[in-house]
């Protein structure tokens, strides 16, 4: 049996208090200092968003005084020239840079100017413009019928959402001048050891 001796209970004190000390010092950090978490900003929401680039335009037409026209309410009125002229009116701010195209007429109709062609000279509504763009783009056009090429977006699995839809060609590229201008990437992601520092 131990004897309550008073040296005894006076070792006891000793350490409950050397253990109540080193938990308020734990408690309120009073070694060292305090780790600081990083301010992390918010990556933009451009760089997530799932809007395409451009609005596709599906039926061509012009607002003029208040009225909205289609294409042919005026070119009905127009002989197609067999040379290539300057731009009027609707058509001034069109800047046709789309390699070897060099003329209108190498994708829009010249009986119906509501109608684009493919390569076979079949009439192509403008809704279904990439039949268009695959008479020169073969292989970039065969790449993005399997998903490779463009973006994709929805769900393989339509008991999750939507099905899958594909953006066309002129949903991403301008079709007087596809050439993409410099995109800003996105930043790099954040590592868990730099979201810290001592």
């Known amino acids: 049996m131990s ?3 008073p040296d005894n209970q006076n070792y006891l004190w000793i350490i409950t208090g050397v253990f109540i000390a080193l938990a308020v010092s734990f408690i309120f950090n009073l ?50 020239s067999k040379t290539q002229q300057r731009r009027r009116a609707a058509h001034e701010t ?18 119906n100017r509501e109608m684009l062609f493919d390569i076979n000279g079949k009439d192509v509504p403008f809704s279904k413009s990439e039949l268009l763009c695959q008479k020169c783009h073969g292989p970039k056009y065969r790449d993005w019928e ?16 939507k099905e899958t839809v594909k953006a066309t060609c002129v949903a991403c590229h301008n079709p007087h001048s596809p050439k993409f201008k410099a995109i800003e990437p996105a930043p790099a992601p954040v590592s868990i050891k730099e979201s810290f520092y001592w």
């Open 31 to 80: 070694w060292g200092s305090p780790r600081k978490v990083a301010e992390i900003n918010a990556v933009d929401k451009k760089f997530i968003s799932n809007d395409t680039v451009r609005d596709p335009l599906k039926k061509p037409t012009i607002q003029q005084a208040g009225f909205t026209y289609n294409c042919n309410n005026c070119h009905q009125h127009i002989t197609p």
């Open 94 to 111: 069109i800047k046709l840079e789309h390699g070897i195209n060099k003329s209108c007429y190498n994708c829009h109709s010249q009986s």
């Open 146 to 161: 399997i998903g490779v090429h463009g973006r994709p977006s929805g769900y393989w699995d339509k008991s999750k959402g």
């Open 3 to 5: 004897e309550n001796t």
